[in-house]
């Protein structure tokens, strides 16, 4: 028997659009840091100390805006073949509709 963690059973529960919604709201924040990060760099006169560690900031914030494309990307490919599941379905139901009422 498959044990699962809690955060996966948490998971379980939203769907799969709000779990999308979650993730394009951390990935605007996540942009909008970079961007101020960017325009602190280029206004701004930076020891060379506090420039490299602002330009470290700036890439760990560039691979989980990375990490949240990537998730996205899984998300979206489980929402589409959600959907078509559905359709799919729907298409089903309505053969048999129409097959045994008609």
């Known amino acids: 028997m498959k044990m699962t963690k809690p955060k996966d059973k ?3 529960k939203i769907s799969v659009a709000s779990e999308i919604d979650r993730v394009e709201e951390r990935k605007s924040r996540c942009n909008n840091l970079l961007e101020r990060a960017e325009f602190r ?3 701004e006169e930076l020891s060379d100390e506090d420039s490299k560690l602002l ?3 700036m890439n760990q914030m560039t691979e989980r805006i990375q990490k949240y494309d990537d998730e996205l ?3 979206r490919r ?3 073949r959600n959907m078509m599941l559905s359709v799919a379905l ?3 139901s309505a ?3 129409y097959s045994f009422v008609y």
């Open 55 to 57: 330009e470290e900031e």
């Open 78 to 80: 489980e929402n589409r």
């Open 95 to 97: 053969l048999f509709y």
């Open 90 to 92: 729907l298409a089903i």
């Open 73 to 75: 990307e899984i998300l």
């Open 10 to 12: 948490n998971r379980e």
């Open 41 to 43: 760099r280029r206004k």
